[in-house]
């Protein structure tokens, strides 16, 4: 039921990877999972294509500005999660599905410029706040981090996020090759050959903790809120 929506203004963040980590990592807990794939490039959809699939997942990729929050809503009813990868700008797209979202996950590089695109939709979930008239919950996690050092540039953003007394979780996705290969071999990342994809092992513990951190968030939503959405949709 959660919806779970990925955004940061800059392109490349690192969104459609931890979107698809987080979808078929509760894929493999059995759970219903509807993706919504706002990002033009479509890599989900591609992925979805793959031979190797996951079962439980469903891709939506006909999406409008004009559509997306009943399409959201609708998708809640019948899922136990849904995803959205959105675009790495801010549109008409990204304001309405940010409005349905439970949780907003803002993935961050190591760089001052993914900083600034994740403190513009911080921006926005702002507004959107008294629009909506709640409070959208949102964090932000570092992605494509160096397992072995913190750079300077990491360090650089990690003290702004603090400075803003922004939610950070514990866990940031590490580069890692097992997470770009997903979307070469489809399926999720047991599905991965290790003797083909180095570092799998370290990557499925990665995910599943970062999955484990964001649930936490996600499930603790107040009931009340949904029945609103409901009565709205209806
Ligand atoms: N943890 C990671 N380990 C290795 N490669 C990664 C990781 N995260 C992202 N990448 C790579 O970085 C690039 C950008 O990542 P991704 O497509 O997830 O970003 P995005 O924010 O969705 O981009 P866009 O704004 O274009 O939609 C891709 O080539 C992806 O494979
Ligand atoms: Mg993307």
Redesign the pocket.
Known sequence: MPVISFA?AK????????ALLLATEVAARGKRVTIFDA?P?K?ISRWHELPLNCPGITVVNQISPASITEQITYAATNSDYVIV?L??TENLIVANALSVSDLVVV?IQGSSMDARGGAKILTLIKKLEKIVSHDIKHCVVL??TNAAVTTRAMKAVQDFLCAQDIDVLMTP?????A??DL?EFGGGLADLNPKQVSGVAKAKENASLYAAELLERAIAVPQKRWYNVFKRAS
């Open positions: 940061n392109g490349g963040a690192g969104k459609t990877t931890a990002d490039q890599w990868d675009e790495g993935p992605t494509r996705i590490v580069e890692r090759a997470f770009r979307f």
